[in-house]
């Protein structure tokens, strides 16, 4: 009796768990579906030659020369070559004399265990990540990073896998603000990283948390761009705001600056957010989020393309990606004029 007792209990806790999960999961994925209020009328576009820039710099970032850009391969390294020049010539300045951060680590597939001929531990000794600046005019001590992964999966049995949008798209995306920011300087410093390793595991960004160029306390966020150039419902998600609250005035303000649809979301726990993904610790963002500093991440939902063969530079969305540009722009702007209010309110915390 005492036995069946028990049994009924446990069924009971087992069906209200389950009620919770799909009420939350219900729930969450209802709230996600509401676009911040967008501009009826779209802002200026970009430039010609800023959105021809714009893709160009995926089209040969993605272009089959760099091999799908695998940690550790020539491919990978014809990137950083790229990156470096372009930060060069863009007149971005280094931290002690070169754009080059390299840093070292292991990583442990779990595949390697089951998979005959796969090791298990693999070290990488000469990862980058390829950092530089611009020096703000009124609070250089104050630092925006604005980062972007440029590494993505290489050649996997034959097969390329080209990564346009993940995260050729974020790296163009990262070069365009620098371009801008350039020629208009902002009121404080603003580092551009393209980091290396996030496939692996996030590693080039966790590398450059724990040895930052500049003192942790002057910086003030991380603003992170992985996979913003595909999507055909002009639709882009913004993770951060559930931890950052604070941050979620500015984003609304840029959000009602552009037409394309930008959805907070996808940064509350599974107990909240049942079977809607958390992305908090899916991109670069993590490595600062687990620091304590505070983050902006965008992207694109998943699509068919995703860590596929086809992501390539003619599926990814042209228009939509120079809306997406032209928005985070614009809130980058608008994070550089605030950054002093959002250290404060941080470190108030
Ligand atoms: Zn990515």
Redesign the pocket.
């Known amino acids: 009796m005492a036995m069946k007792r028990r049994i009924v209990r446990g069924l009971i806790v087992v069906a209200l768990i389950a009620a919770w999960f799909n009420g939350a999961s219900y729930l969450e994925a209802k709230r996600i579906s509401v676009p911040m209020p967008s501009a009826s009328q779209p802002p200026a576009p970009m430039s010609a030659a800023e959105r021809a820039a714009l893709l160009e710099d995926v089209r040969i970032l993605s272009s089959p020369e760099y091999e799908g850009r695998r940690t550790g391969t020539p491919g990978n390294r014809k990137a950083q070559a790229l990156i470096e020049q372009r930060f060069a010539a863009l007149g971005l300045q280094p931290f002690g004399g070169s754009f080059r951060q390299p840093f070292t680590f292991k990583h442990r597939s779990i595949k390697g265990l089951v998979t005959p001929g796969r090791p298990y531990e693999t070290a990488y000794n000469d990862a980058t990540n390829i950092v530089g600046y611009v020096r703000g005019t009124a609070a250089p001590d104050r630092y925006l990073v604005i980062s972007a992964?440029y590494d993505?999966l290489g050649i996997r049995n034959g097969k390329l896998y080209p990564?346009a949008d993940?995260?050729a798209s974020?790296v163009a995306a990262m070069l365009a603000l620098a371009a801008r920011f350039k020629a208009n300087p902002p009121q404080h410093s603003i580092i551009f990283a393209a980091f290396d390793a996030?496939?692996l595991g996030l590693e080039g960004a966790n590398a450059f948390v724990a040895r930052l160029p500049v003192p942790k306390e002057q910086v003030a966020m991380n603003l992170n761009f992985?996979?913003i150039a595909h999507n055909n419902d002009n639709q882009i998600f913004v993770a951060g705001t559930h931890h950052y609250p604070f941050l979620k005035p500015l984003v609304e303000q840029s959000a009602a600056a552009t037409s394309v649809h930008v959805t907070a979301g996808h940064d509350r726990p599974q107990l909240l957010a049942g079977s809607v993904e958390d992305w908090t610790s899916s991109?670069d963002h993590g490595a600062f989020h687990k620091a304590g500093i505070p983050f902006l991440y965008f992207?694109v939902a998943d699509h068919e393309d995703y860590h596929a063969p086809s992501d390539t530079f003619a599926r990814i969305n042209p228009a939509f990606f120079a809306s997406v540009t032209q928005m985070l722009t614009g809130l980058a702007m608008s994070l550089d004029r605030n950054l002093d209010t959002i250290a404060q309110v941080a470190a108030a915390r």
């Open positions: 992964h993505h990564g993940d995260n974020g996030e496939e992985d996979m991109s992207g």
